[in-house]
């Protein structure tokens, strides 16, 4: 049984395209930062991915204690060198898979979507993870429970949770879910079909005639018909 970590920088392409050389020596101190803190907690740092990492530990305890030395430090090195690195994380515990000094499997794959759906600054767990630290917590430590949500390409909700902690930031948007996605999608979805419905055709033709009395529906048709030859006579002289 392992807990697994992921860690990423937020908007890490942005800050590469618009400050370069800022972004690489504070890149340099975030690895050092985060190959420390995985160190001093007894984890096993399976990789770094670029600009985040990929850790693993026999205690959860251990886990966000590194995230949570990971995000002080970091903000000790925003307000020295004045260059901010957003970092979120996922934690999610489980059977361990490894091969090749690797781990992968489901369980590995649902931390890598729970720290996807935090923001910068956030430390999200399971709800497997919560359930081992409930009674565990250091003073002044929280879970905040923040409710189930769909994570993409997972068959089954996670249960969420914030670690809070009283030198860490404790307000974020909403968490990057499916939920958000579809409400975006559905919301241009329902613009586009009443757009749609405004235009003359045989649609809208039909549900009006569907609608009608049986007395009715004969003019209807008819009149329907007349329209859509109209309509069509009028494209292919614009054609």
Known sequence: ??????????????????????????????????????????????????????????????????VVQLQLKLADLESTSGFALRVRCGLHVGIDESRDND????????????????????????????VLLRDRLPAGWALRDLGAVRLRDLATPER?????????????????????????????????????????GFSRCSAQVASARPACRSRLRHACSIAIRTASGSSSSQI
């Open 1 to 66: 049984m392992k807990t697994f970590l992921f860690t990423d920088i937020e908007s890490s392409t942005r800050l590469w395209e618009e400050q370069p050389d800022q972004m690489r020596g504070a890149l340099a101190q975030h690895d050092l930062i985060a190959r420390n803190a995985v160190s001093e907690h007894r984890g096993t740092l399976v990789k770094m991915t670029g600009d985040g990492l990929h850790a693993a530990f026999d205690d959860p305890l251990d886990a966000i204690g590194t």
């Open 160 to 200: 969420l949770f914030q670690l809070q902690h009283p030198e860490l930031r404790e307000t974020f948007p909403a968490l990057r879910s499916l939920e958000g996605t579809r409400s975006s999608v559905g919301k241009r979805s329902s613009t586009k079909s009443r757009s749609c419905g405004k235009a003359p």
């Open 103 to 130: 781990f992968f499997g489901r369980e590995v794959n649902r931390a890598a979507r729970i720290m996807s759906a935090a923001h910068g600054g956030q430390i999200l767990l399971s709800q497997a993870v919560a």
